[in-house]
């Protein structure tokens, strides 16, 4: 199943659910509006009540220190929430079909593959794709599919992906930039198929020593990403070495990896932001410069030996 298939079923068919069950409940007559109202409210709600959830185990388990003023903590909630409507009743299931920009083929420009998380689909980039900041570059999107599959195979969606765009834009190496799951994509990708092809490596909020809220997940992937799992456990016998590739970003303010430090690689280059959740992040543009700043450096460095390819 593909994350548009799955995403326009649940952005249709909650709404619905709402509007069914606020015929039931509401005393005779019901009004046309009153349907609509809760046919919009209910997924809101959903959401709404998840991120409660999920904001709350992470203050639980990994609080902060110095702690976060509750009107700075609902500034969070709020702008999470607000990013998590767009992204799943919206721009997901009904805006992923855009088209990427132009490729220029030029060994000397910037090539970036740009891969989306858990539940996501390359749409959760369009915001930056739209920014305008990835001028210059050579940009791709890979989607992880099938929806809830093995990480292990998604390293070989994100080879695919990654040769043809060496191929298609004639870079001799590309950076990856993953969000959350996307980036133990990279991460095995580089173990399965090595690094010769791949300038950095820059997550964003991967749960690299997994995630707490993993072990309440039903999916393959998702388990996957459990803290203390087989895969996690397996994935801290990697190359140490080749963490000096990567730049791991986290967020203190996270809900859905937890603890929070779990995004940040020993030996690698580690950058930590707050003040927004997990979402959220890759529609910060502090997470956009960082971005842009390390692919433009890792290229710059890589093009004396790529002269020698």
Not at 241 to 260: E, K, Q, S, Y
Request: include cysteine; glycine fraction near 6%; hydrophobic fraction near 50%.
């Amino acid at each position: 199943m593909t994350i548009v298939t799955l995403q326009r079923a649940w952005s249709l068919l909650v709404p619905l659910a709402g509007a069914l069950a606020a015929w039931a409940w509401l005393p005779e007559p019901v009004r046309a509006w009153q349907l609509l109202l809760a046919a919009a409210l209910t997924p809101l709600a959903l959401v709404a009540l998840l991120l409660t959830v999920e904001f709350a185990v992470a203050a639980t388990v990994d609080p902060r220190r110095p702690r976060t003023s509750p009107l700075r903590l609902l500034r969070i909630w709020l702008r999470e929430a607000w990013v998590s409507v767009r992204v799943f009743l919206w721009r997901q299931p009904w805006r992923s079909g855009f088209a990427e920009p132009p490729l220029v083929r030029d060994a000397q420009r910037p090539a970036l593959l740009l891969i989306a998380g858990f539940m996501c689909n390359r749409a959760a980039w369009r915001p930056l794709l739209d920014s305008g900041m990835l001028q210059g570059f050579n940009v791709a999107t890979v989607n992880l599919e099938p929806i809830f599959g093995d990480i292990d195979a998604y390293a070989d969606v994100v080879h695919r992906a990654m040769e043809k765009l060496r191929v298609d834009s004639g870079a001799a190496r590309v950076v990856l930039v993953g969000h959350s799951m996307g980036g133990l994509a990279a991460r095995v990708c580089l173990r399965k198929h090595g690094d010769a092809h791949v300038a950095r490596v820059v997550t964003l909020a991967s749960p690299h020593h997994g995630t707490v809220l993993g072990h309440v997940a039903h999916s393959r992937n998702a388990r996957q990403m459990a803290s203390g799992s087989r895969f996690v456990d397996r994935l801290r016998h990697d190359d140490h070495g080749r963490w000096a590739r990567f730049t791991t970003v986290a967020t203190r303010d996270d809900n859905l990896v937890i603890p929070r430090s779990s995004p940040l690689l020993p030996g690698s280059k580690q950058i930590v932001l707050d003040g927004v959740g997990h979402l959220a992040l890759i529609e910060d543009p502090r997470c956009w410069q960082l971005v842009v700043d390390e692919a433009r450096a890792a290229c710059s460095a890589q093009r004396p030996a790529a002269a020698h390819a």
